[in-house]
């Protein structure tokens, strides 16, 4: 079974610093998607970075990148330069097959994510 | 502006009495799916459509129900809510399962009593 695992339930971060997101997954397939999305207190989900399982660089978007380690299944969030609008909830996806539920998104529990000034 | 718009955002009602919540995307995407957010568990998908007239069982299906007659609309239907519906609903859409970028609607809060 197909399973992603966030094991930070909250984190703090001093304003400028780098932050990395846990995020561990469990599959058996071959290809897969990976993403980060990020959820204010707003409640809309923003999507941030993507990473293919066949992609051969981490995946950047500005001050985000995926720290991908497909040997040991992880797919970490690093937030450089932290801003205090980075305050939010985290949730890390997997993009199942399409044969399993028309490849739905297996979401983490997510992550809390505080900045401090 | 491309989006995916939900109604209402905000809804209080009491057990049993059947609701709709309205989806619509005017990207012409394909697939469009529900999911629901509850705290600690994060999003599970309700039920997902790859085109018109086509749906399917996500994870929770049950107490839901969907249609899809048009391309842009897939409501999400409660015949008769429970308190253990309360939650946060999500729509989504994309040009196809495989696209990597998914939409995803505003969000409707759903509070049953």
């Known amino acids: 079974a197909q399973k992603i695992t966030q094991t930070q339930p909250g984190m703090f971060v001093q304003e400028k610093e780098a932050v990395t997101l846990d995020c561990t997954y469990d599959?058996?397939?071959?290809?897969?998607?990976l993403f980060w999305y990020k959820q204010p207190s707003s409640g809309e989900m923003i999507f941030l970075i993507y990473?293919?399982?066949?992609?051969?660089q981490n995946a950047t978007e500005g001050r985000y990148s995926l720290n991908f380690q497909k040997a040991r299944k992880s797919a970490n969030l690093v937030i450089s330069a932290s801003q205090l609008g980075d305050s939010a909830m985290y949730f890390c996806a997997m993009r199942s097959p399409l044969y399993n539920q028309g490849g739905k998104l297996i979401f983490g529990q997510g992550t809390e994510l505080s900045v401090k000034p | 502006e491309a989006q995916v718009t939900q109604n209402p955002r905000y809804l209080i009602t009491v057990t049993g009495k059947k609701l709709t919540v309205t989806c619509s995307q005017n990207m012409n995407h394909e697939y469009m799916s529900w999911y629901r957010q509850d705290p600690g568990l994060g999003l599970r998908q309700i039920y997902y459509?790859?085109?018109?007239?086509?749906?399917d069982k996500g994870d929770v299906p049950e107490g839901y129900k969907v249609s899809r007659k048009e391309k842009r609309n897939f409501p999400l239907i409660l015949e008769s809510p429970s308190p253990n519906q309360t939650s946060l609903y999500f729509c989504a859409s994309s040009r196809d399962p495989r696209a990597y970028e998914q939409y995803f609607g505003p969000g409707t809060r759903l509070t049953v009593t």
């Open positions: 459509s790859m085109n018109v007239e086509v749906t």
């Open positions: 599959t058996s397939d071959q290809s897969y998607g």
């Open positions: 990473q293919g399982s066949y992609d051969e």
